[in-house]
């Protein structure tokens, strides 16, 4: 159980050679998730995304693609270095830019992105509603947030997603915890997806409206 227990902990914040190898099983494990919830943000060449919590920096390699520029924040100053191994050449071309943060006060400008990412990492905000209204506050108006998590009864499989380490969500958890403020006036929406080995995910997105297309 005490194995079980320090996985869930790495998970939450990798750190030293556990964090490590954490990154790699990371990198196999996200990859279908995260092709996924970065296709559902839409993005275009004109667009500054963020990736909340970006890990090893998989996804962001995915947004740099597609995005002008994008912006990777994370706790973990071990998941910082590999996504800077990740993503050398765009960091170089200043086209990624990286960040140690944490999710209830974000490092950036009211307004300043268009699209947020954030795959894998809801199990672990400390306070939903505050983190929530951190990421309104940097959208603009019109932006586009993708939310992804593994469904609960998949996660009660895994001995790692313990109660102090993990917060678990079906649909309907995942819908009401992000129709709340500061997205009443949003449109979300919650799909289930069935990945490899039976593995139940959940992908939200929140499209925020346009302030002059407002009546």
């Avoid at 693609?65 to 990740?86: F, I, N």
Wanted: hydrophobic share 45%; aromatic share 6%; with cysteine.
């Amino acid at each position: 159980m005490a194995l079980w227990a320090a996985i869930g902990h790495q998970l939450r914040n990798p750190h030293g050679l556990g964090g490590r190898w954490t990154g790699r099983f990371m990198r196999v494990v996200n990859r279908v998730p995260n092709e996924l919830a970065v296709d559902a943000l839409r993005l275009t060449s004109l667009d500054v995304a963020l990736d909340l919590g970006c890990g090893p920096g998989q996804a962001i390699a995915l947004m740099a693609e597609r995005a002008w520029m994008v912006h990777g924040l994370d706790q973990s100053s071990t998941m910082l270095t590999q996504a800077r191994q990740a993503n050398l050449k765009s960091i170089a071309r200043g086209r990624v830019i990286l960040r140690r943060g944490t999710f209830d006060k974000l490092p950036y400008a009211n307004a300043s992105m268009d699209k947020i990412l954030a795959s894998n990492v809801m199990y672990f905000w400390p306070d939903i509603p505050v983190v929530l209204q951190e990421m309104r506050r940097v959208l603009r108006p019109g932006g586009r947030i993708v939310v992804y998590v593994t469904d609960e009864q998949s996660m009660r499989k895994w001995k790692f997603a313990r109660s102090d380490t993990h917060r678990l969500f079906d649909a309907a958890g995942l819908e009401a915890a992000l129709r709340h403020a500061p997205f009443e006036d949003s449109d979300v929406h919650v799909q289930q997806l069935t990945l490899s080995a039976g593995i139940r995910g959940l992908l939200a997105t929140i499209a925020v409206p346009n302030l002059q297309s407002l009546p």
